[in-house]
């Protein structure tokens, strides 16, 4: 389901208002005053190993628990 600000900007574009600016910015723009945490993306450990097979499944979530 779009957000209100979605469908702003969508209908924005449809009727061609100027200043209308391209998705990134404008979200940059409609969101620069929320406030945010800082996350963290880490890199996964590369299991080499059929991904259906039972035994690489349960791999991947012992790894996962021990993380």
Do not use: H
Request: hydrophobic share 40%.
């Amino acid at each position: 389901m779009p957000s209100v600000s979605d469908l702003l900007r969508l209908y924005g574009k449809w009727v061609d208002l100027p200043n209308i600016p391209g998705w990134i910015r404008f979200t940059e723009q409609a969101t620069s005053e929320l406030p945010f945490q800082k996350s963290f993306v880490g890199c996964l450990p590369f299991i080499n190993a059929p991904p259906s097979d039972y035994d690489t499944i349960l791999t991947a979530l012992l790894s996962a628990s021990e993380k």
